[in-house]
């Protein structure tokens, strides 16, 4: 069973840093591109970074490029997002999600999101 | 980037009802779009991809079609199980973008 479990999400105030795991099971890890997708409260879905299977490819939305970087450990069998420079239109539920083979598929699996609060 | 628009924003409609939801594209997108269904408190779940293909485990009762600039999500026979918000993505470019969704609730 494909099982994608987020974790370290909370509070942090606007200019902090935080860390997002994202531990992956149930499939074969390093043969699928990873993706981080975020939803601020009472929002719609915002997709985030996207990550192919080595990390030799990283596409950002444009609003956290330069604050946040995605990446990965295939030995770990687990997907990270580090948050720099924090802003309170950050806050969000962050998930993590499976987009297959390609760079370009949808998101078949994910994970059951961690909350990111920026507030001082 | 590839903006995205949703009608109608809300839908009200009653169990057995068929119901059809509209994604339209700033540009083409071929058939590089999906649908997800999201209730309140979880993660999305995809519903159909490739536009009009069905992911494995969803109810026949959904159906997709469309390609280029205009996109529909059809459910034919609306079930309790139905109510939730509904959003097109494409994943035709960087950046991905979504619609803003469709709230479908009880009439």
Request: charged share 15%; hydrophobic share 35%; proline share 4%.
């Given at each position: 069973e494909?099982?994608l479990v987020?974790?370290g999400?909370?509070?942090?105030q606007?200019?902090?840093s935080?860390?997002?795991?994202c531990?992956a099971?149930?499939f074969t890890?390093?043969s699928?591109w990873?993706?981080w997708?975020?939803q601020?409260?009472?929002?719609?879905l915002?997709?985030?970074a996207?990550?192919?299977?080595?990390?030799?490819?990283?596409?950002?939305?444009?609003?956290?490029?330069?604050r946040f970087?995605?990446?990965?450990d295939n030995?770990k069998?687990?997907?990270y997002?580090q948050?720099?420079?924090l802003r309170?239109?950050?806050?969000?539920?962050?998930?993590?999600?499976?987009?297959?083979y390609?760079?370009y598929?949808?998101?078949?699996y994910?994970?059951q999101?961690?909350?990111?609060t920026?507030s001082s | 980037?590839i903006?995205?628009?949703?009608?109608?924003?809300?839908l009200s409609?009653?169990t057995?009802?068929r119901?059809t939801?509209?994604c339209?594209?700033?540009?083409?997108?071929?058939?590089y779009l999906a649908?997800?269904?999201?209730?309140p408190g979880?993660?999305?779940?995809?519903l159909i991809?490739?536009a009009s293909t069905l992911?494995?485990?969803?109810?026949?009762?959904f159906s997709g079609?469309g390609s280029?600039?205009?996109?529909?999500?059809?459910i034919?026979?609306?079930?309790s199980?139905?109510?939730?918000?509904?959003?097109?993505?494409?994943?035709?470019?960087f950046?991905?973008?979504?619609?803003?969704?469709?709230k479908v609730d009880?009439?």
């Amino acid at each position: 069973e494909v099982q994608l479990v987020e974790s370290g999400g909370g509070l942090v105030q606007p200019g902090g840093s935080l860390r997002l795991s994202c531990a992956a099971s149930g499939f074969t890890f390093s043969s699928y591109w990873m993706s981080w997708v975020r939803q601020a409260p009472g929002k719609g879905l915002e997709w985030v970074a996207n990550i192919k299977q080595d990390g030799s490819e990283k596409y950002y939305v444009d609003s956290v490029k330069g604050r946040f970087t995605i990446s990965r450990d295939n030995a770990k069998n687990s997907l990270y997002l580090q948050m720099n420079s924090l802003r309170a239109e950050d806050t969000a539920v962050y998930y993590c999600a499976r987009a297959e083979y390609s760079g370009y598929d949808p998101f078949d699996y994910w994970g059951q999101g961690t909350l990111v609060t920026v507030s001082s | 980037v590839i903006w995205m628009t949703q009608s109608p924003s809300l839908l009200s409609a009653s169990t057995g009802d068929r119901v059809t939801i509209s994604c339209r594209m700033s540009q083409g997108i071929s058939s590089y779009l999906a649908w997800y269904q999201q209730k309140p408190g979880k993660a999305p779940e995809l519903l159909i991809y490739a536009a009009s293909t069905l992911q494995s485990g969803v109810p026949s009762r959904f159906s997709g079609s469309g390609s280029g600039t205009d996109f529909t999500l059809t459910i034919s026979c609306l079930q309790s199980e139905d109510f939730a918000t509904y959003y097109c993505q494409q994943y035709y470019s960087f950046p991905f973008t979504f619609g803003p969704g469709t709230k479908v609730d009880i009439k």
